[in-house]
């Protein structure tokens, strides 16, 4: 029996030297993640100024795509990352819910599009800013979506691109929060378009650099 | 008797408190799970193989312990890190698509042996001959990974004439076991 003495020895020489292992935090992984973000998107407010209408957008009840979604998306996906970060986790009740808020934001602007005029279909689109927005929330993103990945390596998940994804979601769409403070866009084919579309992108982004950095 | 996951779950609880012993009994006590299942769906690879993928498994263990939730059922975690490596290195060993049914850990640990493994036996066999004094120090020593410092402080010996009795201890044991103990 020679192999099970030597696998006696790893576990002799794991254990000589082992040290308390304490369980891995949320808080510091989510704060760590919004402090690595923040300054850019406050800097960004700052040049481009809040919506002269905050005050009566926020409270319009046919905004509700544009200021809800994005938190809502953003803390069902973190807390489905932070919660992959245990081996035996299963999503459970928040991917059903996730996808529910994922068709709220796209659905409703590609229905309205597909039934728009064609003359209408490229104005509603492009709005007045189209292209920035899809720029702004990508590049608002993307150290955050680095900052929280090196935290969840403190985790296990056994499905690393999944929680890659999820957490380059969440801060994608803690992103849209930000930035639609500024974003004088309120059409939903807009949000639909450029807001979903960047949060799709920095989805993927996180998905395959999750496959690398969370695999264990 | 088989080792319960009451048992498994007090002591990772304890390992992960920092208590290095209960680490050993609960990697020693796992091993052999982890063994039958490795073995069970492994077939194709040699011996020396299939216990490259259980060491695999162990320092999986080792490196993520601390995502165990002390209040959480062991099992389910035990059965995951288990599951995401076996399948990791069977995926990069070639022996393909795992299909790695959760029942194949519950029948392994249903059927374990208690934790005391054939090696630990053997040393029993061996230790029995020295005196208690030798036998209690090199099994705190070698089997349970304890410091020399911290066996001195429990036998009231400085940590130099531990070494020096751990030394002789070994000395003696090798010629017991034939020379063939370094």
Known sequence: ?216 | MSVTEQTLAELLRAANAGDGQAYARFLLAVTPVLRTVVQGRGRVLDRAAQEDVVQDVLLAIHMKRHTWRADAPLKPWLYAVARYKVADAFRRLGVGRLHLPLEDFADALESAPAPEPLAARDADRLLGQLDPRSASIVRAAHLEGEETAAIGARLSMSEGAVRVALHRAMKRLAVLAGGKVS
């Open chain 1, 1 to 216: 029996m020679k192999t099970p003495m030597k696998t006696n020895d790893l576990i002799a020489s794991l254990t000589h030297r082992a040290e308390a292992a304490p369980a891995p935090e949320a808080a510091p992984i989510l704060l760590r993640s919004l402090a690595a973000g923040l300054p850019a998107l406050v800097l960004l407010l700052l040049a481009l100024g809040l919506r002269a209408d905050l005050a009566a957008a926020i409270t319009a009840p046919q905004l509700w795509h544009k200021f809800l979604l994005p938190p809502a998306i953003a803390a069902t996906a973190a807390l489905a990352a932070l919660r992959l970060m245990r081996p035996e986790a299963r999503l459970g009740a928040l991917a059903p819910l996730l996808l529910a808020l994922l068709a709220a934001g796209t659905l409703p602007g590609l229905w309205r599009l597909a039934h728009l005029p064609s003359e209408a279909m490229a104005p509603a689109v492009m709005g007045k800013t189209a292209p920035q927005c899809l720029v702004f929330l990508v590049g608002l993103a993307a150290i955050p979506i680095v900052t929280a990945l090196s935290g969840l390596r403190a985790g296990a998940s056994t499905r690393p691109g999944l929680s890659g994804g999820l957490a380059g979601l969440a801060c994608a769409a803690t992103a849209a929060s930000g930035y639609a403070l500024h974003c004088p866009e309120d059409d939903p084919v807009f949000f639909a378009i450029w807001y979903m579309g960047a949060l799709v992108l920095c989805t993927l982004a996180g998905l395959m650099l999750g496959r690398r950095r969370l695999a264990w």
